[in-house]
């Protein structure tokens, strides 16, 4: 688990093709790896994967195709949004985020507000019944709270800090973006589902 908070900026440097998607090679930035172990998990543009090779400034994590035919920002190299998974007892300061994405969205606008930023994005019909205005959503492994919902369409107001400490500040019309919907809203709808399963 995760809580969207984003740890540093870190950077794929490279990408070694494997039998089945690749290995990348991401240089870790702020973050401090040296309690990572082999095995630990590490949120990279809100993709939940996990470390299978580790230096002292360098670390390693396999990419399925499964994965990359879901997700954008893991299949070229640059610069991406990085959280280690939390432990119990640590401070939740965003909301509980799984790292499993589901879908990706497009951004729309991303126009100047002042020194803010209005960050306009279409997301996916499938998964839009999930995003409530002044709810939870994940964009690149941030979290970060609505401000509007229109049909598959939301905006978010971005403050300078976030702008500053992740990649969301180099965003604009046309990119995309991963999005994970709040943990909350799918155990709603499975809870309702079953109610409806029972009565039937």
Sequence with gaps: MFSGIV???????????RDVGFRLTVEPAALDISRVALGDSIAH???????????????CVD??????????????????????????GEPIGGHLVSGHVDGVGEVLRFDPIGDNRLLEIRAPHAISKYIARKGSVVVDGCSLTTNTVAGDVF?????????EVTTLGQLHAGCRVNLEIDLIARYIERMLAWEKEADA
Aim: proline share 7%; aromatic share 4%.
């Design 155 to 163: 905006t978010i107001n971005l403050i300078p800090h976030t702008l």
């Design 7 to 17: 740890a540093a900026v870190g950077r794929i440097t490279r990408l070694t093709p």
């Design 45 to 59: 543009a809100g993709v939940c994967l996990t470390v299978v090779e580790k230096g002292a400034d360098w670390y």
């Design 63 to 88: 990419v399925s195709p499964e994965t990359l035919n879901c997700t954008v920002g893991l299949d070229q190299p640059g610069f991406v949004n990085l959280e280690k998974a939390l432990c119990i």
